[in-house]
Nanobody, 128 residues
């Protein structure tokens, strides 16, 4: 499978961005995969941000973004989204989307080592 994240950029604190992750080549189908967003700031490890199950009915967020970010997916378009509101300078990072074959209960954060496919990241910079 292939993934391509887009929508990053430079925004002032308090602003919003919407990231998209377009996918292709997921077998048997895109809807067979749970999806996650991760981020990595300079000098830090990659960390979990948000995840969504196969049909979009279950989501899970890191505490640091809960109430500000919203993950969603459109299985007809093979795309997952991350709406980011009330952005803070500490949200500055490269954001990555990733997919994992199978069910996801939404009761725990996805670990980066369990993902099947990764996209190239998109830079998000939040100025104070």
């Amino acid at each position: 499978g292939q993934l391509q994240a887009s929508g990053g950029g430079l925004v002032q604190a308090g602003g919003s961005l919407r990231l998209s992750c377009a996918t292709s080549g997921h077998t048997p189908t895109f809807s067979s995969y749970a999806m996650g967003w991760f981020r990595q700031a300079p000098g830090k490890e990659r960390e979990f941000v948000a995840a969504i199950n196969r049909n979009g009915g279950i989501t899970y967020y890191a505490d640091s973004v809960k109430g500000r970010f919203t993950i969603s997916r459109d299985n007809a378009k093979n795309t997952v989204y991350l709406q980011m509101d009330s952005l803070k300078p500490e949200d500055t990072a490269v954001y990555y989307c990733a997919s994992r074959l199978g069910a996801y209960s939404g009761t725990y954060p996805m670990g980066p080592y369990g993902m099947n496919y990764w996209g190239k990241g998109t830079q998000v910079t939040v100025s104070s």
